[in-house]
């Protein structure tokens, strides 16, 4: 995608006034433990500029962004998360990538979001409704051979050990009113 200039002269002499987007990785607790932050002011106004994304539309693609780039913690080299979200509210869709340098990439199946009436909250669970989310790494390291999940939970004997050519799971059956954590 070609990047478009952010047209507003004051957000841009904000944006320049701020350290550099990045991501610091921690480990704790004799490596058990990774912690990721991410700073990404300047990506999350590049996005809305490339995509033309309204307040909503901002607020949602970032989210997706922002969860991307967290992923991508979680690979190296060349490798790449994908975050895809496909739903049957209003939002219909979201698609994102992210590599293992820091670099993102997406977009909204809907843009601008369809909205029936205003929004009243920022809780966005009617404008997404029933869906899936897939998480999927796209390795290109070949000595990679396994790698394991768990949905809710850290427990030593609990881990689902997956062969590395499977690049995709879904996870189907979970209860859509609670939020839920990948391992």
């Not at 350290?19 to 607790?29: A, I, K």
């Not at 949602?60 to 190296?76: D, F, R």
């Not at 369809?114 to 000595?143: C, M, W």
């Given at each position: 995608?070609?990047?478009?200039k952010?047209?507003?002269s004051?957000l841009?002499?904000?944006?320049?006034?701020?350290?550099?987007?990045?991501?610091?990785?921690?480990?704790?607790?004799?490596?058990?433990?990774?912690?990721?932050?991410?700073?990404a002011?300047?990506?999350?106004?590049?996005?809305?500029?490339?995509?033309?994304?309204?307040?909503?539309?901002?607020?949602?693609?970032?989210q997706?962004?922002?969860?991307a780039?967290?992923?991508?913690?979680?690979?190296?080299?060349?490798?790449?998360?994908?975050?895809?979200?496909?739903?049957?509210g209003?939002?219909?869709?979201?698609?994102?990538e992210?590599?293992?340098?820091?670099?993102?990439r997406?977009?909204?199946?809907?843009?601008?979001i369809?909205?029936?009436?205003?929004?009243?909250?920022?809780?966005?669970?009617?404008?997404?409704?029933?869906?899936?989310?897939?998480?999927?790494?796209?390795?290109?390291?070949?000595?990679?051979?396994?790698?394991?999940?768990?949905?809710?939970?850290?427990?030593?004997?609990?881990?689902?050990?997956v062969?590395?050519?499977?690049?995709?799971?879904?996870?189907?059956?979970?209860?859509?009113?609670?939020?839920h954590?990948?391992?």
């Amino acid at each position: 995608m070609i990047k478009k200039k952010i047209e507003d002269s004051n957000l841009r002499e904000h944006l320049a006034s701020l350290p550099e987007d990045g991501r610091e990785v921690f480990l704790l607790h004799n490596d058990q433990v990774r912690v990721t932050a991410i700073s990404a002011t300047t990506l999350i106004n590049q996005m809305r500029a490339n995509h033309e994304l309204g307040l909503l539309e901002t607020y949602v693609l970032g989210q997706a962004y922002l969860a991307a780039g967290l992923l991508s913690s979680t690979v190296k080299g060349n490798d790449r998360i994908q975050l895809t979200i496909e739903c049957g509210g209003p939002i219909a869709g979201v698609y994102t990538e992210a590599w293992a340098a820091g670099a993102v990439r997406g977009y909204l199946k809907h843009n601008p979001i369809p909205l029936t009436k205003p929004l009243e909250s920022l809780d966005l669970n009617e404008l997404y409704g029933p869906g899936f989310i897939s998480v999927s790494k796209l390795l290109e390291d070949p000595l990679v051979t396994t790698f394991r999940y768990q949905v809710d939970g850290e427990e030593e004997d609990n881990w689902t050990v997956v062969d590395s050519s499977v690049t995709s799971y879904t996870e189907r059956g979970l209860d859509g009113t609670v939020d839920h954590a990948l391992y």
